[in-house]
């Protein structure tokens, strides 16, 4: 008798099927999902981009908002192209949209980040530089190894004077 029971309030719960308005339904035929025992990868499908808190920083001459990003048939989304649907959206070229800090939600289909968009090129010397190197903007700079350094500064140290400049640049060459 209890069996029943328990089979009628199953039953009578039918509503928690139905997706409310803020949920993305994807539909997938079931002879896929039975052959991988997921859903299919593809990395051509669609991805929809929504922003919030949303801010027009007059001061670094940009705009900065969070950005969600639902992916539901892809792993991942590359910055470069959300930062190409970013200055589709906002009308500014590709390089003066900076997407960076995308986190993937657990179990994949939503990932949220920071994205930066600014209002011209000069702007973007308010940019961190390793941000601009990693876009392609700016390069690296090459400087000594950290044992290198460290070690001509002990060197200048054992010495008085106009000798500290020579005794760092003795054994560098």
């Known amino acids: 008798m209890a069996t029943s029971a328990k089979h009628n309030n199953t ?10 308005s803020d949920e993305v339904v994807l539909l997938v035929q079931i002879d ?3 052959q991988t ?30 950005l969600d990003v ?23 070229p590709k390089e003066q949209c900076v997407v960076f800090g995308m986190r993937t939600a657990f179990g994949g289909g ?3 980040g920071f994205a930066l968009v600014y209002d011209s090129r000069d702007s973007m010397k308010f940019e961190p530089k390793h941000r601009l190197v990693r876009v392609g903007l700016a390069e690296k700079t ?8 460290k070690e001509r500064k002990n060197r ?18």
Do not use: W
Request: glycine residues 4%; hydrophobic residues 30%.
């Open 70 to 92: 639902i992916h539901p048939a892809r792993p991942n989304v590359s910055k470069a192209e959300l930062s190409e649907k970013l200055s589709e959206m906002y009308k500014t």
């Open 11 to 20: 039953a009578a719960r039918p509503s928690t099927c139905i997706p409310s």
């Open 142 to 149: 090459e400087k000594a190894s950290r044992k290198l350094r």
């Open 32 to 34: 896929d999902i039975r």
């Open 37 to 66: 025992g997921s859903i299919p990868i593809d990395s051509t499908s669609p991805v929809t981009l929504r922003t919030r808190k949303f801010i027009t920083n007059r001061l670094l001459q940009r705009k900065q908002m969070v």
């Open 110 to 112: 939503r990932s949220t």
């Open 156 to 173: 200048a140290k054992k010495v008085r004077g106009t000798k500290k400049t020579k005794a760092g640049d003795a054994k560098k060459k």
